[in-house]
């Protein structure tokens, strides 16, 4: 719906109400201002502070971003001044009144009502509250605002100036593995803490598939990290008090507390001692006003809305973490927390208040990165879990190549999985390395919003010189691998199938002597697959009228090798990311 272009010299200015700031309520009054100079713009702010860079909490948290005044994008007076602005920090709106237009607004002692033309909610997210017992005790903390980074940072200089040297140093729990866990684990750790991760999944990072996960975990351990995976939090509960031992004589008969401030409880009786818990286990839409005010809700609790971001109600819009949109592989309709299509929303439901042509709401990917210490990991797309659940037929492809070419000094290994419908259009990647990952992730996201397919990435042309790249690039690879594997060029198996190919086919490790003998598979067949073509008759004896499968370290050798089995009339299949995939899914070979 179209409320009006701007005003005439004879009507009112339009008054355009923006609950709530950051992202997608900012975007949205800033995209509206340059669209229409005499609105009368109001952003309603419940906390302190109405702009700022939440992404960059956990690096001002570790002290990469040394002034907290960085992450304060715009305060008050400056958007007053830039961009003719009314913004009102501290001010809290407690209800809609959709017939006559108004909303009923908190402020301190005061409440007031404020009418409306066009309102636009951006209420954001609150933070998922597990049932874990304990949660308000001082110790306990979330990383989302600026307030909870003053917080934090203010804890850990307390524990850092006045934790004796006779005494352990400062620890901490993170519960809860996700993208900003792992941040904050990095942060934590850059100040000296020790650092417990604790994760109700089996592997660290949900979102990324299986496969890659252990890359991350051992990342984490190498870096001091106690990782704690399956098990949950139970209890964070205050630690008993201790006398403190100073030379050798007891102080304080009791009253003093021990170094760590609680202890907490996982869900299989390990406790941990701890001066910061800090938990972010998800978020979930803050969708309570928009529920209270009759607008439709999604069944997870997100707002309704459509292409252009209206609700149900035509004078009302909304954006951000709180409204509703569909995942573009699975067509789901679900929240996604994610500032890029945040700010897209706010600049969307600006054009469509003020009367312009929008460019529709598109289907979210999802595509997200996170640093973990001296790993990059990203994903893009729908992962193999969730490709599964929604029951959509695909084939996956792993390689690792390195991020440039392999003669110029540096190349780093990269990881690379990728999904692909039977037609061959992509439908998800992922991929974890030390270089190069975000760029991959970052056209492979490209691809998919363009609907290609394994045939599409093949033909990329992408800039290449020895630092930056290779002449077949890592999506350039995907691309061939995929058409291989769909054109039954190159049958493959997984490493989930392991058990299977063990009882039902001849195992065949084409790797050399001394790879073979650092690990393998318990009773593989080794022949170099430079050996291979003299060696076919002991791998047609051994096989008899068993398929053979076939793994190398990467699957690139095992790859020459099927093609010389399949055109000696011998069924044959490759490992699908070889020996360094096959470790990862079945770490105790």
């Not at 209890?235 to 102080?251: D, E, H, Y």
Request: hydrophobic share 45%; proline share 6%; aromatic share 4%.
């Amino acid at each position: 719906m179209t409320v009006n272009a701007g005003p005439s010299p004879m009507q009112d200015p339009m008054r355009i109400v923006i609950v709530g700031g950051v992202a997608g309520g900012m975007s949205a009054a800033a995209r509206a201002r340059r669209l229409d100079e005499h609105a009368e713009i109001v952003v309603l702010e419940q906390g302190d502070y109405v702009s700022f860079a939440n992404c960059g909490l956990p690096y001002h948290l570790s002290g990469e971003i040394t002034q907290r005044d960085e992450l304060l994008l715009h305060n008050p007076e400056s958007l007053a001044a830039s961009l003719n602005l009314d913004v009102r920090t501290g001010h809290r709106v407690t209800g809609i009144d959709r017939l006559s237009q108004k909303v009923t607004i908190q402020s301190g002692d005061d409440t007031y009502a404020l009418p409306y033309d066009a309102l636009v909610l951006s209420p954001g997210a609150v933070a998922v509250r597990p049932p874990i017992e304990g949660l308000d005790h001082p110790a306990v903390h979330t990383l989302r605002t600026i307030p909870d980074v003053d917080a934090l940072r203010k804890r850990i200089e307390d524990l850092l100036a006045t934790r004796g040297q006779s005494q352990p140093g400062p620890s901490a729990v993170v519960v809860g593995a996700g993208f900003i866990g792992l941040e904050a684990v990095e942060a934590l750790t850059a100040r000296g803490l020790q650092v417990h991760l604790v994760e109700l999944a089996d592997h660290v990072l949900p979102p990324l598939d299986a496969e890659l996960a252990p890359l991350l975990a051992a990342e984490l351990t190498a870096h001091g990290v106690d990782l704690r995976l399956s098990v949950s939090a139970q209890a964070v509960r205050q630690a008993a008090a201790m006398p403190v031992t100073l030379g050798g004589a007891v102080r304080g008969s009791g009253k003093a507390t021990s170094p760590a401030a609680v202890r907490v409880t996982l869900s299989d009786g390990a406790t941990l001692a701890a001066d910061i818990v800090i938990v972010n286990v998800g978020v979930r839409p803050a969708s309570a006003l928009a529920l209270e005010a009759g607008l439709d809700l999604g069944p997870t609790g997100a707002i309704r809305v459509d292409g252009d971001q209206h609700t149900s109600d035509p004078h009302i819009w909304a954006v951000g973490d709180a409204v509703e949109v569909t995942q573009a592989i699975t067509g789901a309709r679900i929240p996604v927390p994610l500032a890029g299509p945040a700010n897209r929303q706010g600049r969307r439901a600006a054009d469509s208040i003020c009367g312009r042509r929008t460019t529709p709401q598109a289907s979210v990917l999802g595509t997200a990165i996170v640093r973990v210490f001296g790993l990059t990991a990203a994903t893009t797309g729908a992962n193999q879990a969730t490709l599964a659940r929604a029951g959509i037929a695909h084939e996956v492809v792993h390689i690792h190549p390195g991020h440039h070419a392999g003669y110029y000094p540096g190349s780093e290994q990269m990881h690379l999985v990728a999904s692909f419908a039977p037609d061959g259009t992509l439908l998800g990647a992922q991929g974890v390395g030390r270089a190069g990952v975000d760029k991959r992730i970052d056209i492979l996201a490209t691809a998919i919003r363009a609907g290609m397919s394994a045939d599409d990435l093949a033909e990329l042309e992408l800039a290449y010189a020895p630092p930056y790249g290779s002449a077949k690039d890592p999506v350039n690879m995907l691309g061939f691998v995929a058409q291989n594997v769909l054109s039954a060029t190159m049958p493959q198996w997984q490493a989930q199938d392991l058990d299977k190919a063990l009882a039902t086919t001849l195992i065949l490790d084409v790797r050399s002597r001394s790879e073979f003998a650092q690990g393998h598979i318990d009773g593989a067949l080794n022949i170099p697959h430079l050996e291979l073509r003299q060696r076919l008759g002991e791998v047609t004896a051994l096989a008899g009228k068993r398929q053979v499968s076939v793994y190398c370290a990467s699957g690139v050798r095992s790859y020459l090798a099927t093609r010389v089995l399949l055109s000696e009339g011998v069924q044959a299949r490759n490992l699908s990311g070889g020996w360094l995939t096959l470790q990862a899914v079945h770490p105790n070979l």
